[in-house]
């Protein structure tokens, strides 16, 4: 299947800091992409879906001004966190529409945010 | 709204021995697809089996199945000869065909434990 890639892995910030992850499909084009979040032991919770060159959809009860996510290229997504805190600890996973063949969803391995 | 149950947060299973993830789901479409992600220890998403709504015939994976029941919205996975790396957390999931560009909507989840 088609690769989709998450930077970084795991990264600690201090609280009112802001992170930037990034989500790549590595061989495919992607036109949309999806953000999750997902607490442990818990479903998959979608935040927000990108589209490249448009503004993202938030779902509701998901701050637009603290995730935002910018998909400024067929192949990459960003989802900034900003002005942490603690309660955004959290695993983001990203996923990416391949809309060749089956059209299928690939998911990037996620990125676990800790905030101190 | 579409919704996606996972009855079972917990199963068990011996090695080589069956067992049958059940999801049942709810939706007023015609046309849709569902899934059943695999989340193992290591958290990356990843694709089972797929399922489309409009097709009569069950999907087969090698040692995955599914029993689709359209008029029950019914999707169950039976997995056959099960291996410890089976062992994981088992996701359901349905896309809507008719709104294009939609995010999959997850259930719960169903924890897989594989013992020796």
């Known amino acids: 299947g088609a690769v989709v890639s998450q930077h970084p892995s795991r990264v600690i910030c201090k609280s009112g800091t802001s992170v930037k992850i990034e989500c790549r499909s590595l061989?495919?084009?992607?036109?949309?992409m999806f953000w999750y979040r997902q607490f442990p032991k818990q479903s998959l919770m979608l935040m927000a879906t990108s589209n490249e060159g448009s503004k993202a959809t938030y779902e509701q009860g998901v701050e637009k001004d603290k995730f935002l996510i910018n998909h400024a290229s067929l192949t990459l997504s960003t989802l900034t966190v900003t002005s942490a805190h603690p309660e955004d600890s959290s695993f983001y996973i990203c996923?990416?529409?391949?809309?060749?063949?089956?059209?299928?969803?690939?998911f990037g391995p996620g990125t676990r945010l800790t905030v101190l | 709204a579409q919704t996606v149950t996972q009855s079972q947060p917990e199963m068990s299973v011996q090695e080589a021995e069956t067992v049958t993830l059940s999801c049942t789901y709810d939706?007023?479409?015609?046309?849709?697809?569902l899934f059943w992600y695999k989340q193992p220890p290591s958290r990356q998403m990843i694709l089972v089996i797929r399922q489309e709504a409009y097709k009569q015939q069950n999907a087969t994976e090698n040692r995955f199945s599914v029993n689709f029941q359209k008029a029950a919205k019914s999707f169950s996975l039976k997995i056959s000869d099960s291996q410890l790396g089976d062992a994981a957390m088992y996701f359901c999931?349905?896309?809507?065909?008719?709104?294009?560009?939609?995010?999959?909507?997850f259930g719960k989840g169903t924890t897989l434990s594989v013992s020796s």
């Open positions: 061989d495919f084009q992607a036109t949309t």
């Open positions: 999931a349905y896309r809507s065909e008719i709104q294009a560009g939609t995010a999959l909507i």
């Open positions: 996923s990416a529409r391949d809309w060749r063949g089956l059209d299928t969803q690939y």
């Open positions: 939706t007023s479409e015609s046309d849709y697809y």
